[in-house]
């Protein structure tokens, strides 16, 4: 099977959990939020929880409840950062923004309800003993919070308030808990769920993420946003430093054609077990949204 018919195939795995982990809820507007907030997506970290876990011997049936909280969290987090208060968008995946198409309290309650429903999935039996549970737990909320995936975003909003565009590193910096966190998880998550060996896939993901944010800002610029189903050149209408302000188009995109090539070293220990998890390494730089 080919890397994009398994992420597709892997997707509508994950569509199927989360909708089981909504059924039978109240008929109340941040219930249908949350149904609306979790539709569609290119569900790349769920790829990646599946297919670590495809890789190291593990089933689909047993890794999925952590690919769905995994994208139930991701899911959570555009809804926040598409609030007013935080990067005002009106459009996701070619849809208005939850704030948009009910209200920013609504948005605000659906996006917490997502977020500690990525941690009742993690509750599953079905991903193993307590302690793989504990573990996929742990590993979730350090990415997700103040050592992650926030921390990242605050860092983000820090810099626009004070109007000081970035340094490279400082960037660097940024991403790796904005957009990285989360993807070393999945990557990692495989892992925990086998009892393996983490290192490998942390390098994997470390290099994987920050050519995944670089490609985004390449995007931003170069995209097309009936393609992307978002608002492109936000950033640089702010001012805000980027991959490509500081590296410029070519730079930024030798520099993520290098981390693809460092991720897949990474995955060199793995051997052909690991092809899909390269191609989709190489699919980070090469997709239009």
Same mark, same amino acid.
């Given at each position: 099977?080919?890397?994009?018919?398994?992420?597709? %195939?892997?997707?509508?795995?994950?569509?199927?959990?989360?909708?089981?982990?909504?059924?039978?809820?109240?008929?109340?507007? !941040?219930?249908?939020?949350?149904?609306?907030?979790? +539709?569609?997506? +290119?569900?790349?970290?769920?790829?990646?929880?599946?297919?670590?876990?495809?890789?190291?011997?593990?089933?689909?049936?047993?890794?999925?409840?952590?690919?769905?909280?995994?994208?139930?969290?991701?899911?959570?987090?555009?809804?926040?950062?598409?609030?007013?208060?935080?990067?005002?968008?009106?459009?996701?995946?070619?849809?208005?923004?939850?704030?948009?198409?009910?209200? /920013?309290?609504?948005?605000?309650?659906?996006?917490?309800?997502?977020?500690?429903? $990525?941690?009742?999935?993690?509750?599953?039996?079905?991903?193993?003993?307590?302690?793989?549970? *504990?573990?996929? !737990? /742990?590993?979730?909320?350090? $990415?997700?919070?103040?050592?992650?995936? !926030?921390?990242?975003?605050?860092?983000? *909003?820090?810099?626009?308030?004070?109007?000081?565009?970035?340094?490279?590193?400082?960037?660097?910096?940024?991403?790796?808990?904005?957009?990285?966190?989360?993807?070393?998880?999945?990557?990692?998550?495989?892992?925990?769920?086998?009892?393996?060996?983490?290192?490998?896939?942390?390098?994997?993901?470390?290099?994987?993420?920050? $050519?995944?944010? *670089?490609?985004?800002?390449?995007?931003?610029?170069?995209?097309?946003?009936?393609?992307?189903?978002?608002?492109?050149? +936000?950033?640089?209408?702010?001012?805000?430093?980027?991959?490509?302000?500081?590296?410029?188009?070519?730079?930024?995109?030798? %520099?993520?054609?290098?981390? !693809?090539?460092?991720?897949?070293?990474?995955?060199?220990?793995?051997?052909?077990?690991?092809?899909?998890? +390269?191609? $989709?390494?190489?699919?980070?730089?090469?997709?239009?949204?």
């Amino acid at each position: 099977m080919s890397f994009p018919e398994r992420l597709a %195939r892997d997707a509508g795995l994950i569509q199927t959990r989360l909708d089981e982990a909504l059924t039978g809820r109240a008929d109340q507007p !941040v219930i249908h939020a949350m149904r609306y907030a979790v +539709k569609g997506g +290119k569900r790349l970290r769920g790829f990646l929880v599946l297919e670590g876990a495809r890789m190291l011997g593990e089933t689909e049936d047993r890794a999925v409840s952590a690919a769905a909280a995994v994208e139930a969290l991701h899911a959570y987090s555009l809804v926040h950062d598409d609030l007013p208060s935080m990067d005002n968008d009106d459009l996701r995946r070619g849809l208005p923004t939850l704030h948009v198409k009910w209200d /920013e309290a609504t948005a605000v309650l659906a996006g917490d309800a997502l977020q500690t429903l $990525a941690f009742h999935l993690l509750c599953d039996s079905a991903l193993g003993s307590g302690e793989v549970r *504990i573990a996929l !737990v /742990e590993g979730l909320a350090r $990415a997700s919070g103040a050592e992650g995936m !926030v921390l990242g975003q605050a860092l983000d *909003i820090a810099a626009e308030t004070a109007g000081q565009p970035l340094t490279l590193d400082e960037i660097t910096a940024l991403q790796a808990g904005k957009t990285g966190a989360l993807i070393g998880f999945a990557a990692e998550a495989g892992a925990i769920i086998a009892g393996a060996d983490r290192l490998p896939l942390r390098a994997y993901a470390a290099a994987l993420g920050l $050519a995944f944010q *670089i490609s985004d800002d390449i995007l931003d610029v170069t995209g097309d946003a009936a393609k992307a189903g978002k608002r492109l050149q +936000k950033d640089a209408g702010a001012g805000k430093a980027t991959f490509v302000s500081l590296l410029g188009l070519d730079g930024a995109r030798a %520099r993520a054609a290098a981390l !693809v090539d460092e991720a897949c070293a990474a995955l060199s220990p793995y051997g052909s077990g690991a092809e899909l998890l +390269k191609q $989709a390494a190489r699919f980070t730089i090469a997709r239009e949204s």
